[in-house]
């Protein structure tokens, strides 16, 4: 089977060319996503392999959306996110049963033990069916590899064999502009949809980041850890806003409406806190007009090649 996570590097060498380096890295995502799809004894490794993998090939294609067509790039950035999306609830299962397995156990969670076990006990069917599901019949997984297998031979005809300084400029332009926008709204209202759009787009700098690193890597080294950190606190929002919904749509049998606004009442709080924390981390990110954000990567991007 292709190729193991320690054995590549998600990055562009300062020795090859934009279009090449891209190439190599969209063909090695795709190589990594099908190895993983045949790693399911490690099953909740191989669904957050790849599900990550899947958002590289995004970001990479967002590098390349200025030099496309905006159809195929929407129908390229349709197929990857629909192939991601058949793992999406399993991913969301875990998380919510992850986070309140870990609320409960630092004694942050104040309901009842048999409370608690009954809604354990549900989560852990619904792990166990959605799992089932995704292994029998059409193996989804299947339905994966077939999918990034198609999309690998359509790769072959996209244009991007003609890439330059204008890519990196259009590119990462365009997102850091939408995540500073994004920013913004959100600081106005923190509704979770606008923070979960915000936590994306400073997913996608980070990728685009990784993938330019090499050419200047003292200044690309701290933005990464500084999204990284951003972001996995975003993450840890939308994590508990995913719980919040799974209690609110729990039925009676499970939870009670009392334990319901108890629990709810507690995440809430958790969310606030940490929220409280997450702006000064994004605010770092976003102080540069974008315009002089763009000029540095750019200017980045050029000396490091010519060394």
Request: proline letters at 3%.
């Amino acid at each position: 089977m292709a190729l193991k996570k320690d054995k590549y590097r998600f990055a562009i060498d300062t020795t090859e060319e934009l279009s090449e380096g891209l190439r190599r890295n969209f063909n090695e995502q795709f190589d990594y996503i099908t190895y993983q799809c045949h790693q399911l004894n490690n099953f909740n490794i191989a669904v957050h392999e790849i599900r990550k993998g899947f958002k590289r090939v995004r970001a990479m294609l967002r590098i390349v959306r200025g030099d496309i067509t905006e159809e195929l790039y929407h129908y390229e950035n349709d197929r990857f996110k629909n192939l991601a999306g058949f793992l999406s609830e399993i991913r969301d299962l875990h998380v919510i049963a992850d986070e309140l397995n870990e609320l409960y156990n630092a004694g942050e969670l104040d309901i009842p033990e048999p409370t608690f076990l009954k809604v354990n006990h549900y989560l852990q069917n619904r792990l166990d069916k959605t799992c089932e599901s995704l292994t029998k019949n059409e193996h989804v997984f299947k339905k994966i590899e077939k999918g990034v297998e198609q999309a690998r031979h359509d790769f072959v005809h996209w244009p991007v064999n003609h890439l330059g300084p204008h890519t990196i400029t259009q590119s990462v332009g365009r997102i850091y502009d939408q995540g500073k926008n994004r920013m913004l709204k959100s600081q106005v209202k923190n509704a979770p949809l606008q923070l979960h759009y915000l936590r994306k787009r400073m997913k996608y700098l980070m990728y685009m980041a990784q993938l330019i690193e090499p050419v200047w890597k003292d200044y690309f080294e701290g933005l990464i850890r500084s999204l990284k950190e951003a972001s996995d606190s975003l993450g840890q929002d939308h994590n508990w806003v995913a719980t919040i919904a799974f209690i609110q749509g729990a039925s009676s049998s499970i939870l009670s409406s009392y334990n319901k606004q108890k629990m709810i009442g507690i995440l809430e709080d958790q969310r606030k806190q940490l929220l409280v924390e997450i702006w000064p981390l994004v605010a770092k990110i976003y102080t540069e007009d974008p315009e002089d954000f763009v000029k540095r990567v750019n200017s980045y991007w050029l000396l490091g090649r010519q060394q």
